[in-house]
Structure formats: C-alpha cells, structure tokens
C-alpha cells in the first residue's frame, strides 16, 4: 500500500512538473502574439487548481474468526473477489487468506501440512469442512419445506428466509436444481397467512407461469398496500394482530361500523357469556366439595375392632370370610322391671 501511494506522488510531482514546463513555453508565443493586438481583445485566462483525486483500486477482506462473525461462505467470496483483483499468485493466494484468519481457524490451518497451507484451494476447502452447514441435505429440505409465515412476519423478512434456507439447500445438493425458483415462488404462495391473499397469488402465478419469488412478492406488497378499506378484505397476517385489530376499529374516523366489526362484537359477547357459565360451574363444584367435605367431617368415629356375622372373628367382614358359620352371642336377658305395689313374700 506505501509503495503504491509513493508511486502515486511521483507520478503527480511528474505531471505538475510537465504542465509548468508547458506553461513557460506557452508564455513567450503568446507575447509575442499579443503584441499586435490591444489588450480588450486579449483572451482571459482561468486559473488552474490542482486536484489530487485517491482511487483506492484494493477491496478490504475481513478476518475470519471460526465460529463467531461471518460464515465461511461469505468470507470465502469476499476473499476470492480481494484476490481476483490484486491479481496474486497461487503462492500469494494462500498467504493473503493466512493473513486474513484469527483464532481457531487460524490456528487449525497453521498446523496443517505445507502442501495443504499452500495452496488456496485447499485452505478454503478445509475452512468449509470445519465451520460450514453440518446439516444433512435431507433434513435441509425439511426445513425449507416446513417452513411457513409467522405470526408478525412481514412478507419481505418471509421471503428472504426462505432464500437462505434454498441457498444452504443448493450447497449441500448433491447436483444442481433447475427447479429451485419454482420451488422458491411455490413455497411462498402456499404458506403466506392470509387467505385472500393466498388466493389472488395463484391466479396471478395463473397469468403468468414464468414468474418468479421476487415478482409474485411484488405483487403480494402492492395487494397489501393497495388492498381495500378496512373490513372489506381479509386482513393479512404479516403485521400483528393487535396493530390490525387497532386499525379497524380507530384507524379511519367517521366510517360506520363494518361486518367485520360486528362479528369481532358478536364473538366478544359469546365469550362474556362462556366466561359467566364457567364461573358458575365453578361455584357449584367448590360448594358441592365444602358440602362432602362437612359430611365426612360429621360422622362419628367408629370404636372397637370390626367383628365379622359369620364367624364372629375381629378383622374383617361377612363378605370376606370362609370361615363356618357360628351363631352370635346372645345377649342375657334383661331383668324384669319391678313393680312398686307388688307385695313382698312375707
């Protein structure tokens, strides 16, 4: 870089030194052809600044740390455009993207053999290994395919997040896909939120079979912007719900309530009345709970050890016994009440 920059001044000191050596040659022919002339006849003469104008002619590489700040798929075309037009050797390839390395994939390259630090190809094609998608190219197309509009997603962040999922999907490809943008233009009708919109969409891919993601998007922005009053149409799902909900009640004043307001209330009413229902069940169960818990409450213990009919053995029932029958103790009689006229014997 100093080298160039000195080149550079030389090469300015040169040229102003030419233009003065012309500048003095120039000023006796014009004297002496202005002597026979009067001086309002005389051409003026505009001063002449000097501009120096830097043009840088090198592109900056950033550094490559491994598994923080860019991918390794980046980095590698930013390196390969910085070499392309430095015009560097094989050699100077390989020292340029040494230069350009920190931390641990600096150090996995340092110690990797000379025949392989040496020649660029390989130093890229190592650093891919290394930090590039360790995803399958199966489960890569899973997750392209599953992949729908989210909740508060707008339809352009959709959209590129289904180009970068096709990207690592085309690298991991094992041959090329010429159906990629089909794929691309097909995933983002079928998976956008809004109906209506998914509808107006394949009408338009319909029109015009050739059409691409960018173009059928286009579209899909302007049906956004250019769409209909409020309530009119579906409102689509790619700005929150609450900032749609806020629109069609107080986004346009002095506009009568839509059907899609009068739906909103109707569903807002069932619910209310959902909600009191449930309180009342709820109520009757916590009293049905505190009646049963009373009931429990309120019987009297039982005393002494449980005595079974059949066999009058203590430990368990009738039901449960296989033991012979035997009567039950019979109770003594109880004395005759005594009478209070009744004569004694003497």
């Known amino acids: 870089m100093e080298d160039e920059l000195q080149e550079l001044r030389n090469q300015i000191a040169q040229l102003k030194a030419d233009n003065e050596k012309l500048r003095q040659e120039r000023a006796p022919a014009s004297a002496s052809s202005g002597a026979g002339t009067s001086a309002a006849s005389a051409a003026p003469t505009t001063p002449v600044i000097d501009r120096l104008v830097f043009v840088p002619r090198d592109r900056k590489c950033p550094m490559f740390r491994g598994r923080t700040g860019i991918s390794v798929g980046e ?28 931390g641990e994939a600096k150090e996995e390259i340092k110690y990797r053999p000379a025949i392989e630090r040496q020649d660029p190809n390989k130093i890229i094609s190592i650093l891919k290994g ?64 809004d109906g209506s919109l998914r509808r107006e969409l394949k009408q338009y891919v319909r029109r015009y079979p050739r059409a691409t993601l960018l173009e059928v998007r286009g579209e899909a922005i302007r049906w956004e912007l250019e769409g209909l009053p409020a309530g009119m149409r579906g409102r689509s799902n790619s700005v929150p719900s609450a900032f749609g909900l806020q629109y069609a009640m107080h986004g346009r004043p002095g506009i009568e309530a839509t059907p899609t307001q009068t739906e909103v209330s109707e569903v807002k009413a069932l619910l209310k009345k959902q909600q009191e229902q449930l309180d009342l069940l709820t109520q009757s169960i916590a009293l049905l709970q505190t009646a049963q818990t009373g009931r429990q409450c309120s019987r009297s213990p039982r005393y002494g050890p449980i005595i079974c009919n059949r066999c009058q053995q203590p430990g368990h029932i009738a039901r449960e016994c296989d033991g012979p029958r035997v009567l039950g103790r019979q109770q003594p009689p109880l004395p005759a009440p005594r009478r209070g006229n009744q004569p004694s014997g003497n």
């Open 130 to 193: 290394l930090y590039g998608c360790t995803e399958s190219y199966v489960a890569l197309q899973e997750a392209f395919f599953s992949r729908r509009q989210q909740e508060g997603e707008t339809l352009q962040e959709f959209s590129l997040a289904l180009l970068n999922l096709m990207e690592k999907v085309k690298l991991q490809a094992p041959g090329d896909m010429p159906n990629a943008d089909d794929l691309l233009r097909d995933q983002f009708i079928e998976h956008v939120c």
């Open 75 to 102: 980095w590698a075309e930013e390196a390969q455009a910085c070499m392309r037009a430095r015009h560097l050797s094989q050699a100077d390839q390989a020292f340029f993207l040494f230069d350009h390395l920190e």
